[in-house]
């Protein structure tokens, strides 16, 4: 049994399996070169050659328990016929929803359009057998989808007025989570063995709304994943109670940003954890990297824990403070 397994399924805490959110990306100078040739974003997730190749990347360099699909969460609303466009040093830019047949998107011609990701999870899923790794599928939450979608582009801290209103947002979210879930299935039955739903947006959300827009649509999901014997971590990014999260979505695991209290939140929970290293550590110098990732290791000494980031690798990473940072979680 591999390492992240244990975890999840035993609640092994002598080992810390460790995989890094944004592991295949843009502080690899393998993954620029390939990005440097396909300035189309999109059409890169849907190339069956290169997706496996850059998801394989930082496995070849480092010595990690899990493979992340590259992909993106964005990939859903491509797939419903929302037009989405990634530019440069900007972000993602999706197109006006009304041109959008939203709802009448037939389950097979969805299918149909991110055909060429199921098949790299095939393909990745296939190479990782013999070295017993972990192949984590990904959605975004359906709230998180739900920003996107009508924001239209990443939000700066406050919402966009059409997110304001409660009933419709209500209705497009059971709309979304219909296609999360065909998406799910797929990426589970072409190899995933583990499902990351990112709520990245989630502490946008406030505590009148928390129920109806995070917990509710997360715990959908979580109960669909497990129904398919398959565990599922949560990542409701800057919730404002994880606790609570935790008790209202029930995740196999969940991940925590790189604010919460890990002293605290360590008493207070039973469940495996990951997380939950600031990002911004990675690009200062070696000894202090080393100070804050004992400290999130001894803080899950007697805890089941997945060593991750609290949020994605920045792209002005070193790889070398990476392997840095794997040794020392191997070693610990
Ligand atoms: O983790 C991995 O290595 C797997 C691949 C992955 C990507 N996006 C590739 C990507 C995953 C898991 C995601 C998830 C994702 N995408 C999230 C949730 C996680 C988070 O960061 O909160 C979100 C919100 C998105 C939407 C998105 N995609 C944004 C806002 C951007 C632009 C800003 C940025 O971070 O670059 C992207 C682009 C994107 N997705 C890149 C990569 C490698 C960069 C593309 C480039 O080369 O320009």
């Given at each position: 049994m591999n390492l992240i397994k244990k975890v999840v399924n035993e609640g092994s805490t002598t080992q810390k399996p460790i995989w890094l959110m944004r592991q295949a990306g843009r502080y690899l100078p393998e993954f620029r070169k390939i990005r440097k040739e396909n300035s189309d974003f999109i059409k890169l997730c849907l190339n069956e050659i290169l997706v496996p190749e850059i998801t394989l990347q930082p496995l070849k360099r480092f010595n990690i328990d899990a493979a992340i699909i590259f992909s993106d969460i964005l990939m859903?609303?491509?797939?419903?016929?929302?037009?989405?466009?990634?530019?440069?040093?900007?972000?993602?830019?999706?197109?006006?929803?009304?041109?959008v047949n939203f709802s009448s998107t037939d389950e097979n011609e969805f299918t149909e359009k991110l055909l060429p990701v199921y098949r790299s999870i095939k393909k990745v899923s296939h190479s990782l057998i013999s070295q017993n790794k972990s192949l984590i599928g990904f959605v975004g939450a359906p709230w998180t989808i739900l920003v996107y979608m009508l924001n239209k582009q990443s939000p700066k801290k406050?919402?966009?007025?059409?997110?304001?209103?409660?009933?419709?947002?209500?209705?497009?979210?059971?709309?979304?989570?219909?296609?999360?879930?065909?998406?799910?299935?797929?990426?589970?039955?072409?190899?995933?063995?583990?499902?990351?739903?990112?709520?990245?947006?989630?502490?946008?959300?406030?505590?009148?709304?928390?129920?109806?827009?995070?917990?509710?649509?997360?715990?959908?999901?979580?109960?669909?994943?497990?129904?398919?014997?398959?565990?599922?971590?949560?990542?409701?990014?800057?919730?404002?109670?994880?606790?609570?999260?935790?008790?209202?979505?029930?995740?196999?695991?969940?991940?925590?940003?790189?604010?919460?209290?890990?002293?605290?939140?360590?008493?207070e929970i039973k469940i495996p954890t990951q997380g939950n290293l600031d990002p911004k550590i990675l690009l200062s110098d070696v000894n202090n990297i080393k100070k804050n990732t004992l400290a999130i290791l001894d803080n899950f000494k007697d805890h089941p824990h997945i060593f991750n980031l609290g949020h994605g690798v920045l792209p002005q990473t070193d790889p070398n403070m990476i392997e840095y940072l794997v040794k020392l979680v191997k070693d610990y």
């Open positions: 859903l609303p491509y797939g419903i016929g929302q037009e989405v466009e990634f530019k440069k040093n900007f972000g993602p830019i999706l197109g006006e929803l009304e041109n406050e919402l966009n007025s059409k997110l304001e209103n409660l009933k419709e947002n209500k209705r497009l979210i059971q709309v979304i989570i219909k296609y999360l879930k065909i998406h799910i299935k797929n990426q589970i039955k072409n190899g995933a063995d583990i499902i990351q739903i990112f709520d990245s947006w989630a502490g946008l959300v406030n505590k009148k709304d928390v129920g109806d827009l995070i917990y509710k649509p997360n715990a959908e999901l979580v109960e669909f994943i497990k129904s398919l014997n398959i565990p599922v971590i949560c990542f409701p990014r800057e919730t404002k109670n994880y606790v609570e999260f935790i008790n209202e979505v029930n995740p196999s695991v969940i991940s925590l940003d790189y604010n919460v209290d890990i002293k605290r939140i360590v008493k």
